[in-house]
């Protein structure tokens, strides 16, 4: 093969990446609307094998890698900066702290802040109760934890400081597969790089779907309660369609500041919820649970970790935690991004505890006060939350609502909320698709832009009319699995390569770090 074919790709160019992605998505989207039934047989066929060969994956990988940071926090390697020694961060620490509060305030804010924990008061996790109890009640909030906490932000985490090292430190581009040079070298410009962008592109493509279909769930239930509109399949895809126009529109022109303004109103308006929440609710049974809840969950962190499927419980496991933690792997590369975006000139150390603490405690405090109204409600006011949860998942928030004063605002407030979470999410996730798609762009074409904002919306679709929550559920697990094999060895990429950096400047102190010559040579290249 000549030079010339071999030039690697220049920075917003389209490639095989951009290409075969695209051809897959489209055949899966096909698949989907033409063969729905043999589309769920396989991947109900597909989820079993998954995660009973490989269910267990999920809990190790994300417990390392957990464990890895924390080690690495209290390392000598804490101590190193994303970017230049002499980088100092663009964004002070109240107002970082306020944009990673920002990425967490997400559609399962709505979703499950009351689905979940009250879902788990109804049928405790593995049997660790009896149903609609105290100890139900502690149980179903100390497993909400578990699912939104530290595992979760582990995994973006680990993303985040490999994409801010590699991209500020190292010069290289925005790439998940430049993320394997360690190991890899020049072959992350070769096939095998171009096979991890593409395994990228597409956790990150369903992990947005499912999120766009629970979404759709939870406005069309919203605007059933107050507007009497329809709750049913033909409503939700109109929904899609038009937060589809919008987020691509929005990604499209590059509106940020119409962007950052949603965002902060969104942070506001859940704050205010949240106060309104903790003053109108049972304030005094709130806190006492969210005291005991964290302290189980803590005496429990182990245990839950590592709890498989060696003696059943495989069902409850593929509806809960097998679920959310293939979420939060289809996520890593969209909220890495994010993270590294934002944390550029922070040491190690500080974008570790930062990370893994602050939207943890927001996501618990969340789920104790709304997750906790509804218990009460359930256990001491004869309320059936519980009941129209299992109903209809998207019922679960507003349903709680109902119980409390100014209920039609606060309804209307939280259907804004998840209008709000839902454009912004996909906004950001169309660019972070365009990008990976685009030899790492920082500005790709309007274009590529487009198709994956329809795409997005039509994979969302697809999955909702084949079969609903189940059919998202399913699909994000099976997708996420080569993924969650990318992350593992991401991470022992990114081990090698702080190992070897630390080595050298040990051994050198007095001389530039290589890494800060390479850096000072990309900005000159540049």
């Avoid at 997708?479 to 390569?497: G, N, Q």
Wanted: aromatic share 12%; charged share 10%.
């Amino acid at each position: 093969m000549s030079r010339q074919l071999q030039r690697p790709l220049r920075t917003g160019e389209l490639g095989s990446v951009f290409w075969t992605s695209i051809g897959v998505a489209a055949v899966f989207v096909a698949w989907a609307a033409l063969f729905t039934e043999n589309l769920n047989r396989v991947t109900a066929a597909s989820l079993n094998w998954v995660t009973t060969s490989f269910g267990w994956s999920y809990l190790v990988v994300t417990l390392g890698i957990l464990i890895f940071l924390v080690f690495l926090a209290f390392s000598p390697a804490g101590g190193i900066r994303l970017g230049k020694d002499t980088d100092r961060p663009e964004f002070s620490t109240p107002a970082w702290i306020a944009m990673l509060l920002g990425a967490v305030m997400g559609i399962g804010l709505v979703s499950y802040g009351v689905a979940e924990p009250i879902s788990h008061l109804a049928a405790p996790p593995h049997g660790l109760a009896e149903p609609n109890t105290h100890e139900a009640a502690v149980r179903a909030l100390q497993y909400s934890y578990f699912d939104w906490g530290l595992h979760a932000w582990a995994v973006f985490a680990v993303f985040g400081l490999a994409i801010a090292y590699s991209t500020y430190r190292k010069g290289r581009r925005p790439l998940v597969s430049q993320l394997f040079t360690p190991i890899l070298g020049n072959r992350v410009n070769g096939p095998a790089g171009k096979a991890i962008d593409i395994l990228a592109v597409f956790a990150t493509l369903f992990g947005t779907a499912t999120s766009l279909g629970l979404g759709a769930l939870q406005i069309n239930n919203g605007m059933g309660r107050l507007f009497g509109v329809p709750v049913n399949s033909v409503a939700q895809v109109v929904i899609i369609a038009a937060i589809t126009v919008v987020f691509t529109l929005s990604a499209v022109t590059g509106i940020n500041k119409g962007i950052k303004v949603l965002s902060y109103t969104s942070s506001t308006l859940a704050v205010v919820m949240f106060v309104f929440m903790l003053i109108v609710g049972p304030t005094v049974f709130l806190i006492n649970l969210y005291i005991e809840s964290i302290g189980v969950w803590a005496g429990d962190f182990f245990r839950m970790s590592l709890q498989g499927t060696a003696f059943g419980g495989l069902a409850w496991m593929q509806l809960w935690t097998y679920f959310m933690l293939a979420w939060w792997v289809s996520w890593g590369a969209f909220v890495g991004v994010f993270l590294a975006r934002i944390s550029r000139g922070r040491t190690i150390r500080g974008f570790i505890m930062g990370v893994l603490t602050v939207p943890s405690l927001a996501f618990f405090t969340w789920f104790a006060v709304f997750g906790g109204a509804a218990i009460h409600v359930d256990l001491f006011e004869g309320g059936d939350v519980a009941r129209q949860t299992a109903a209809d998942f998207g019922n679960a928030f507003f349903a709680t609502l109902e119980h409390f004063p100014l209920s039609g605002i606060t309804s209307g407030i939280a259907v804004l909320l998840a209008v709000i979470f839902f454009v912004t999410s996909a906004d950001s996730n169309t660019y972070v698709l365009g990008s990976m798609t685009s030899n790492g762009s920082l500005a790709p074409p309007r274009s590529v832009l487009v198709l994956w904002g329809i795409l997005t919306g039509v994979t969302a679709v697809a999955l909702m009319l084949a079969g609903g929550l189940s059919a998202l559920q399913n699909t994000v697990i099976v997708t996420s699995l080569p993924f969650l094999a990318i992350i593992a060895c991401l991470a022992v990429s990114f081990a090698k390569e702080l190992a070897s950096d630390v080595r050298h400047e040990t051994k050198n102190p007095t001389e530039p770090s290589r890494t800060s010559v390479q850096k000072e040579k990309a900005d000159a290249a540049h």
